[in-house]
C-alpha cells in the first residue's frame, strides 16, 4: 500500500490563510478525510468527503481536491486551530483498507 | 457526543498476547461499523482494521494481517482486537472509532481516547 504525502510542517501567523496539502495518486479516485489531533487528544474529523465538513467544525475549514492533490484550507487561521493534521483515504484497489498521510505539524 | 471507550492497555514482552476492547454506547442504538487505529509514541496515525456493522466483514493492515483478530459480541455491545506475536513495533496508543459509512466508503467519525500497549522485556 502506499502512504499520501504531506509537508512536515507548516507555519502561519494568526489570522492569515494554512493550507496543508495531501498527494497521492490514490487522490484521483478516492477520498480524502482530514482530521485534527492537539496534543495529548483523540483526533477529530474536520473534513470528510474532500470538501464536507461535519457540524460542529468551524466554517474556516475548507477542503478541496484537484485530482492527486488533496488540501486544506483553514481561512484566519486562530491559535487554537495548532495541531497535527493527517489526512486519510483508502487502497487504491479496496474501499475497506485505509491509509494515513504522514501528518502535518500546523503552528499558528 | 458519547465516545467508545477502549480497555485492556498494557506492558506485554516481545512475542506475546493482549486482547483490547472497546465499548460503545451508541452501537446498542444503531449497529456501526468500527475501525482500530494506532499511534506509536510520537508518530503519526496508522490504520489497523475495520469490522463491518454485521461482523461479518473484517479488514486489515498489511502490517498486522495474520496476527491481529477483530471481532465484535453484540450481546455486549464490545468490539475486541486479539493481538498475538507482538514485537516492539506494535507499541502504541490504540484508538478505537466509531464509523461513518457514505458513498461506500468507511471512515472514522467518532474515536475514543485509545488505551497504551507497550511491548517490551
Known amino acids: 500500500s502506499y502512504e499520501p504525502t504531506q509537508p512536515p510542517s507548516v507555519s502561519v501567523p494568526p489570522g492569515q490563510t494554512a493550507r496543508i496539502t495531501c498527494s497521492g495518486d490514490v487522490l484521483a479516485k478516492k477520498f480524502a478525510y482530514w482530521y485534527q489531533q492537539k496534543s495529548g487528544q483523540a483526533p477529530l474529523l474536520v473534513i470528510y468527503?474532500?470538501?464536507k465538513r461535519p457540524s460542529g467544525i468551524p466554517e474556516r475549514f475548507a477542503g478541496s481536491n484537484s485530482g492527486t492533490v488533496a488540501t486544506l484550507t483553514i481561512s484566519g487561521a486562530q491559535v487554537e486551530d495548532e495541531a497535527d493534521y493527517f489526512c486519510?483515504?483508502?487502497?487504491?484497489?479496496?474501499?475497506?483498507?485505509?491509509?494515513f498521510g504522514g501528518g502535518t505539524k500546523l503552528t499558528v | 457526543q458519547v465516545q467508545p471507550v477502549e480497555s485492556g492497555g498494557g506492558v506485554i514482552p516481545p512475542g506475546g498476547s493482549l486482547r483490547l476492547s472497546c465499548v460503545d454506547a451508541?452501537?446498542?442504538?444503531?449497529?456501526?461499523?468500527v475501525h482500530w487505529v494506532r499511534q506509536a509514541p510520537g508518530k503519526g496515525l496508522e490504520w489497523v482494521s475495520l469490522i463491518s456493522d454485521d461482523g461479518k466483514k473484517k479488514f486489515y493492515a498489511d502490517s498486522v494481517k495474520g496476527r491481529f483478530t477483530i471481532s465484535r459480541d453484540r450481546s455486549s455491545d464490545t468490539i475486541h482486537l486479539e493481538m498475538h506475536s507482538l514485537t516492539r513495533e506494535d507499541s502504541a496508543v490504540y484508538f478505537c472509532?466509531?464509523?461513518?459509512?457514505?458513498?461506500?466508503?468507511?471512515?472514522?467519525?467518532?474515536w475514543g481516547k485509545g488505551t497504551t500497549v507497550t511491548v517490551s522485556s
Open positions: 486519510f483515504s483508502t487502497d487504491i484497489d479496496d474501499n475497506h483498507t485505509g491509509v
Open positions: 468527503e474532500d470538501s
Open positions: 451508541v452501537i446498542g442504538v444503531r449497529t456501526y461499523a
Open positions: 472509532a466509531r464509523s461513518a459509512y457514505s458513498n461506500a466508503y468507511y471512515y472514522m467519525d467518532v
